[in-house]
């Protein structure tokens, strides 16, 4: 068990240096979008992974917080960290309502039911006249953190994003191994037996849900920020594909795999660019062959191999 | 200890090639990027055409001879924003890269505006349709190339009137683009002296049977139906009015619609049908001379607008270079516009014409009829002319746009 949590530590200390040194090799700009999309895919991954729930409307709540945090940004002028906050709430607050009709249900019906409410936060933010339909809120304004600190350099708020999503990360890692934790992955295993322990599990799930829906809120109202930008594509069913994706390429249930699956999508998104058609087609293989090589996803198998809990 | 090490090194090494970077930033070449839809919807209107147009520019321009090197890269921004900005984020900072082109997709083409803007480069904006570009969002760093919504609104509903089309229902997208069109275009059907006979909201997106619709509004008995939509929703449209004979009661007039669209419906289905483009590449010698340098190297299409607008803008950007000099135009893209907007433009796509202080460049448009199979006598052959609209009433007027760079 000490063994265990001392891998642990190495892998957060490995994960916290890759943070830091990441902008002096690759573009900050890129590598605020992997975090951004690595918080995403680990708020979904507390879902999936924990509590077996696979939400497939998770771009609502990521789509909403961008919307959120651009135009209360834009329009009111509020200072990043607020703007952000107001983010994750709205993606809560719409979670709550979600998550409330949703847990009701389970497996496929479940997918299914948080896709059909996706879809209508889809609809509204085509026609809503706030979100600027096709063409998105844009010109964002970074704005100052805290009313102080100007965010207009890449660097600066490049270290806004790395708290952002460390501090996330580190939140999600807490709930999981918490005892709160212990009762979703009960949930997960068998629901009936944990019903039978004295669990109100509807209470349990609906909490892991409006968790996950305010980090993904955050997620997207950072990335809002990064790119001075919130359009369709963060409400577009196809995000909430691509962060399915991300959670089953990094390793499903663990801590470091969404992580690791956002960094790859990403970057084929990225480096694959002046390659124009082979984009989907690469995520298409790659998808294919991590179904059929390695289905416990990259970390999964890693964490196999060396027989830790990554 | 581990991680302050990493980190030192990690900023040590990106220093340490700072030198070489800024060393050879001397002589470095002029870089351009094309940044299109490579694989998604709008493929067939930029894509791999845009790209063979570019190169085309460079070449006749003979940058080679002239002493100024000049690169080209490609990109995928895959119809998403952040995607679309990140791309040419990279290619200002890390890349080098001083004009971005192409970029069809409003909403990917008003991000990459603005980081042109923020970055000091230059933004060539061909591809995409909303006028906001050259109206509330401009920049001294974008100019607009080939069309926008107003000029398609305002060519095919007021030339259309003046063709003899003076009664209109139109199938309107049910999204804030689609009424944009539809208001725009009703308007100009009206101050022509058309009567608007009514419309129809079809659900967006998603809409794939349009036959009710069609018959709606050939019921109403409407000279032109106006399809208020774009994409697939336009080509849907057209193809079922061919099947149900709607456009042999009515003409079709299309809002936004390409060559490349009326290619793939094929004349049968598009016949009849009504539309804006700036350019044809059978329109006069000069086209058909470009469209034949360019030919070889766009696997037989023939390029539309937004394609050839490509060429038409980076021939300019390199005339401007010229001017100027490389190193000023690489250090200072507002710089680079202006220069482009103080000199006349012409070339073999559009002829002469003219930037805007705006940064909007001004070409006649034309409105075309698609021509019967029997009428068509080559490949590629689409087109008759009906109307021209010269190139001063065919954009909105400077001071209805309220673009920031001009005082009101």
């Not at chain 1, 002096?24 to 680990?42: D, E, I, Q, T």
């Not at chain 2, 360019?294 to 607008?309: E, F, I």
Request: hydrophobic share 50%; charged share 15%.
């Amino acid at each position: 068990m000490r063994g265990q949590r001392n891998t642990q530590i190495i892998a957060f200390l490995i994960l916290i240096a890759l943070v830091i040194a990441a902008p002096g090799m690759l573009y900050p700009v890129f590598v605020m979008k992997v975090l951004c999309f690595a918080l995403f895919a680990s708020a979904f991954n507390l879902l999936i992974g924990y509590v077996g729930l696979l939400s497939f409307g998770h771009a609502a709540f990521f789509g909403l917080g961008a919307y959120a945090t651009a135009w209360t940004a834009k329009n009111w002028g509020l200072t990043p960290e607020i703007a952000i906050l107001l983010g994750g709430v709205s993606g809560a607050a719409l979670g709550t309502v979600f998550g409330w009709l949703a847990i009701r249900r389970q497996g496929l019906y479940f997918a299914m039911i948080t896709l059909a409410l996706a879809q209508m936060v889809y609809f509204f933010c085509v026609e809503a006249p706030f979100t600027g339909g096709e063409d998105g809120i844009q010109q964002v304004p970074r704005g100052k953190l805290f009313g102080v600190f100007s965010l207009a350099n890449d660097m600066s708020i490049y270290w806004l994003v790395a708290v952002i999503f460390l501090a996330g990360f580190f939140l999600l890692n807490r709930v999981v191994h918490s005892p709160f934790g212990q009762v979703l992955k009960a949930i997960r295993e068998n629901e009936p037996r944990a019903t039978s322990l004295g669990y109100r599990t509807d209470s349990y799930k609906l909490i892991a849900f409006i968790l996950s829906t305010f980090i993904a809120g955050i997620a997207g109202g950072t990335k809002s920020l990064v790119f001075g930008i919130a359009t369709l594509t963060d409400v577009h069913w196809s995000m909430s594909g691509e962060v399915v994706l991300m959670t089953l390429l990094g390793g499903l249930g663990t801590i470091f795999g969404p992580v690791m699956g956002a960094l790859v999508v990403t970057t084929m998104e990225n480096y694959l660019a002046p390659f124009g058609a082979w984009v989907t087609v690469t995520q298409g293989l790659i998808f294919i062959a991590c179904v059929l090589a390695f289905r416990r996803g990259i970390i999964g198998e890693i964490g196999a191999k060396l027989k830790l809990a990554l | 200890m581990t991680l302050t090490r990493r980190g030192l090194l990690g900023t040590a090494a990106a220093t340490s090639l700072l030198p070489l970077a800024r060393a050879r930033a001397a002589d470095a070449p002029i870089k351009i990027g094309v940044l299109g839809d490579m694989s998604g919807m709008y493929r067939d209107l930029s894509g791999p055409v845009s790209v063979a147009c570019a190169k085309q520019a460079v070449a006749d321009f003979g940058a080679a001879g002239k002493g100024i090197p000049v690169e080209i890269l490609v990109g995928d921004h895959q119809n998403k924003p952040d995607i679309g900005a990140g791309v040419a984020g990279q290619w200002f900072d890390r890349d080098g890269v001083d004009l971005v082109v192409d970029v069809p997709n409003s909403s990917v083409a008003l991000a990459v505006s603005n980081v042109g803007h923020l970055k000091n480069k230059v933004v060539i904006a061909c591809g995409p349709g909303t006028a906001d570009l050259t109206g509330p969002q401009c920049t001294p760093n974008t100019i607009h190339w080939s069309f926008d919504t107003w000029m398609l609104a305002h060519s095919t509903g007021g030339a259309m009137v003046k063709a003899g089309g003076d009664t209109w229902f139109f199938i309107t997208a049910d999204y804030a683009f689609g009424h944009a069109m539809q208001r725009d275009t009703a308007n100009f059907v009206k101050e022509a002296g058309g009567k608007v006979l009514g419309n129809v909201d079809t659900p967006f997106p998603g809409t794939t049977d349009f036959s009710s619709f069609l018959l709606q509004a050939q019921s109403t008995g409407a000279k032109v139906i106006g399809l208020a939509n774009a994409g697939s929703d336009t080509v849907n449209c057209i193809k079922q009015a061919a099947e149900f004979g709607v456009n042999k009661s009515a003409r079709l007039a299309g809002l936004l619609v390409f060559i490349s669209d009326v290619h793939a419906l094929g004349l049968q289905n598009a016949q009849g049908l009504v539309l804006t483009e700036t350019f044809y590449w059978d329109l006069n010698e000069r086209t058909r001379a470009f469209t034949q340098r360019v030919l070889p190297n766009t696997g037989g299409a023939r390029p539309g607008m937004g394609q050839a607008g490509v060429y038409g803008g980076v021939l300019q950007y390199l005339k401007a270079v010229e001017k100027i000099g490389v190193a000023a135009a690489k250090a200072s893209g507002a710089a680079t516009v202006a220069q482009m907007k103080a000199m006349p433009t012409d070339d073999d796509a559009f002829g002469p014409g003219s930037i805007r202080a705006d940064g909007r460049a001004l070409h006649p448009a034309y409105l075309f009829e698609v021509k019967s199979p029997a009428e068509s006598k080559a490949p590629w052959d689409y087109y008759k002319l009906l109307a021209t609209t010269p190139a001063d009433e065919a954009f909105r007027p400077l001071k209805d746009g309220h673009c920031p760079l001009i005082p009101a």
